[in-house]
Structures are given as C-alpha cells and as structure tokens.
C-alpha cells in the first residue's frame, strides 16, 4: 500500500541517545545508535521503498519522564522539540512532530504542549509512562496522570483538541520485582505493555473522560493486551451483582472504544490485528512501525499483505491517521 502514515516512530538527541542502549545487545548499538540520530537520509530512503508517506516523530524512551529533576527536563523537552521542529521544517511534506512534554511539572507540560502546537505546528504529544521527579519520593515515586495533579494539564491537552499518545517504559526497580531473575520479561517482552496497560486503565478508571469526553489518547503494540482483555475487565466474576468500585461513571470497554485508539507498531501479526479490529473497529486502529526498535520492512510488508479488506486497509493505514492529526489541513 502507498501513502502509508506511521506514527510511532522515534529518533535521539545527544541527550537522550543513551537511554536506548540498553534495548538491544551491545553488537547491536552501532546500528541503533545510527538509526535513532538519522531522520533525513535512511529513514526517507527507507520510508519512500515500503510505502511510507508520512512519519510522525517522537524523542526515544524514558527521556524526558526519567529525569527527576525538573528544571532539566523542562530544558530537555524544549531543546528536544526545537531540534525536531528543525528536522521537520525540512520536509514538512514527509515528517510531522509529537511534543515531548516534562510532566514532573503539569503547568511547565501544558505550556510546552501549547506552544508546540501553536508555535512549532506539532500534532500531539507523545510520552514515555510514568514520570519521576525528586519532589516526590526523591524521584523514585512512579507519577501516573491519573494523579489530581494533572487534571489542569488535560483540561489544556482537551482545550487544544490534540490527541496524547502514551508510550511504554519499564517499570522502575521497586515495581519490577515480578521480574527477579527473569530479565527477558522486561521491555517489549512483556513489561512495556503491562506497565502501559495499568497506566491506560487507570486513566479510564479515575474519571478523567468523564469530566473531557474528548480526550483522544493513542497506545501502540495493538493495544498493550487491552482488547483481549475487555470483557473480563468488565465483568470480573459475572455472577456476583456488584457495582464497579473505580470513581468513573462508565465500563472499561465504553471509554477504551471512544477515547482510545491504537497503532500496529512493533506487533505484526494478523490474528491479533483482526482481534482489535473486532473490538474497536477499523476506525480506531492505525499503522505504524516503531522503527529504529523494529524494522520499517517487517512492518510495511506484514501490513501490505495482511488479510484484511482494501477499505479497512486504507482506513488504518492512512485515513485514520489523517483525520485524528488532521493532516490534511
């Protein structure tokens, strides 16, 4: 398929390079490294032979959400956004740009998300988890967005009717002790979604899209395990008539098909894409690659000949992606 969108797509700067290293083995860092600093020459070589007409690009993970002290993230953020700005300006016709927002601090995040969607043209936000920052717990107290904190900050994400896509990151050390002695577990293997799906329900849960039914946030990897997961979430033991506990007013399944919409990156697999498309429908998934994590071929060629019909095809490889970053304007 030509004129493709992927929009969970990542790059570095000096910053933030070495906060990827650890994700692949050392005798492969060379090629990773090198993926991650290049947006102009093999990406755009590779995005024009596997059908890709657009990238929108994020700053690598943790970064920004991994450094506790407030006033260098908020710099970071910034300095992050500038260079991308510049990288895009470049070929505004091929790339397009997510805000890296330092949510240790909510008021500085709002305003580095609106002047990157005003000033910079950016098209959203993306954010690595949870963020760590040494005023609370000397920055090893995980904060999630479902905190009253943050509040203000998604009055302002819902005000600029941009959506927000929440990216993986491990848990940290005291919240990884399932993982003891089993290290394999950790990352893409299965720590990324499972921390990325705790994090999503606990945003449905506190109320948040009750109080901004706009808010339109975007989870990659077909979902972090969510849609399989929808029906039980919501019934639990379906014999025991008992409300939900949660503060939120709705069920799981109502806010994940109306505030949530999910990316194929770094999944491949047709069984499970036609799992989501089953429970969300067609409009609310899109494609996208994860590159320089995962291979931009791997992806393109899996979705170029998945079992699917060309409408659904279209729709989520390009037109859904148009219409919710309204790349069209």
């Known amino acids: ?20 290293a650890g994700f692949v083995p050392g005798t492969y860092w060379d090629e990773l490294q090198d993926r991650l600093l290049d947006i102009q020459d093999r990406r755009l070589t590779l995005m024009d032979e596997h059908g890709i ?6 700053l690598n993970a943790p970064a920004v959400q991994a450094i506790p002290d407030r006033k260098r993230a908020i710099e970071v953020a910034r300095r992050a956004n500038d260079a ?6 470049k070929r505004p016709d091929r790339f397009r740009a997510f805000a890296a927002l330092p949510l240790q601090d909510p008021d500085a995040a709002a305003q580095e998300l609106q002047r990157c969607i005003t000033d910079l043209g950016f098209v959203g936000a993306l954010v690595n ?10 920055g090893q107290e995980p904060l999630y967005y479902d905190l009253p904190q943050y509040r203000p900050f998604w009055a302002e994400v819902a005000r600029l009717d941009v959506p927000f896509y929440l990216h993986p990151r491990n848990p940290l050390a005291q919240d990884a002790r399932i993982y003891d002695n ?77 505030n949530f919409h999910i990316t194929t990156s770094g999944n491949f697999r047709t069984q499970s894409l036609i799992d989501a498309i089953l429970e969300l429908g067609a409009d609310r998934i899109m494609f996208s ?22 409408a659904d095809r279209t729709k989520i490889g390009r037109t859904n992606a148009v219409s919710l970053f309204g790349l069209g304007r």
């Open 53 to 58: 007409e657009t990238m929108i690009l994020s």
């Open 84 to 89: 991308l700005a510049e990288e895009c300006a």
């Open 182 to 258: 089993h290290p394999w577990l950790l990352g893409p293997t299965w720590a990324f979604a499972q921390e990325t799906a705790v994090h999503a329900l606990r945003l449905m849960a506190c109320g948040l899209f009750d109080d901004h039914s706009s808010l339109q946030i975007v989870i990659g990897h077909m979902g972090e395990g969510i849609p399989a997961m929808l029906w039980r979430m919501d019934h639990r033991n379906a014999w025991v008539d008992l409300p939900p506990t949660y503060p939120a007013k709705r069920r799981f399944v109502d806010y994940f098909t109306e």
């Open 289 to 310: 690659t994860d590159w320089p994590f995962e291979n931009i071929d791997h992806a393109a060629d899996w979705f170029d000949a998945a079992s699917l019909s060309e």
């Open 1 to 20: 398929m030509q004129g493709k969108i992927a929009l969970e797509e990542h790059w570095a700067i000096p910053e933030t390079l070495m906060d990827s």
């Open 129 to 138: 988890g949870f963020s760590q920052d040494d005023q609370h717990g000397n």
